[in-house]
């Protein structure tokens, strides 16, 4: 069964807008892992407009009896900050998205090409060297996975966006197609294979029959909007239900 790790970007962005402190981040990491996830999400971007920088090393040491089997998963772009951040928790995966600062979300994945490979090729090196895990955000692309093993990383993770938006329109066919190729030929090439953005309760279960071999699906805004309905800690479990109920490996 793919692993959930629960993004908590959407509620760190709800604590900041007042100066109380609630909803706790830490707190939250607590109850999601109290309800079943396997993991948790952060993205620490450098205008900490959700996941504030200091916000990492409290959940760090709050999992820190849950480590490895409850993974923390820090992405972000690979600049220096981001880098000195992964130095000082060494969490167990580290997603790089090639979005830089200003971008709203990420949106479009790594290309691997002559204008991503100088800054992707060595922050995957330094991350490979302090322990973690190394995955590449990518596009639903089997074109692109191609160049991942050179680069060293460990997996990739698809960029579902197109995906949800295609589902929500209610012809998802080409879409779902596309990312079931480029996780069949991922797993071909022995690559980790995740996926994320816009996943929900009605879009998992088709990707999740399509790909077979998914590892973890990090869902975060999603899982937030549904909680607002049905509770945080019945999301995470109807997350988790959802996501045995689809099979996978």
């Known amino acids: 069964m793919a692993r959930l790790s629960v993004n908590l970007n959407k509620i760190a962005l709800l604590r900041n807008s007042r100066r109380t402190g609630v909803p706790d981040v830490v707190e939250f990491g607590r109850l999601a892992r109290e309800a ?3 993991g948790l999400t952060v993205h620490p971007r450098p205008d900490e407009r959700h996941i504030r920088r200091s916000d990492v090393p409290a959940l760090a040491e709050l999992m820190r009896p849950w480590r490895p089997g409850c993974e923390l998963n820090i ?3 690979p600049d220096e ?3 000195e951040i992964v130095r000082e928790v060494r969490p167990e995966q580290c997603t790089l998205v090639p979005d830089g600062p200003g971008v709203l979300t990420s949106e479009e994945g790594w290309k691997l090409d002559n204008h991503d490979t100088p800054v992707a090729l060595p922050a995957v090196a330094a991350l490979r060297q302090l322990g973690c895990r190394v995955i590449l955000f990518v596009d639903p692309d089997p074109g692109v ?8 990383a460990d997996g990739i993770e698809i960029y579902t966006g197109n995906y949800a938006a295609a ?3 209610g012809d998802a066919t080409a879409q779902l197609r596309a990312c079931a190729e480029t996780a069949a030929r991922a797993a071909a090439l022995g690559l980790m294979v995740n996926a994320g953005h816009d996943l929900n309760l ?12 998914l590892a973890e699906a990090s869902i ?6 549904d909680a607002l309905v049905m509770g945080f800690t019945a999301a995470v479990r109807a997350y988790k239900t959802t996501l045995a109920a689809s099979g996978g490996d």
């Open 36 to 38: 079943g996830a396997d």
């Open 75 to 77: 992405e972000g772009y």
């Open 81 to 83: 900050r981001l880098m």
């Open 145 to 152: 996975v191609e160049r991942v093993p050179a680069s060293g």
């Open 167 to 169: 589902f929500r329109a």
């Open 202 to 213: 009605h879009n998992l279960p088709d990707l999740v029959r399509a790909i077979p071999r």
């Open 220 to 225: 975060g805004h999603e899982l937030t909007a």
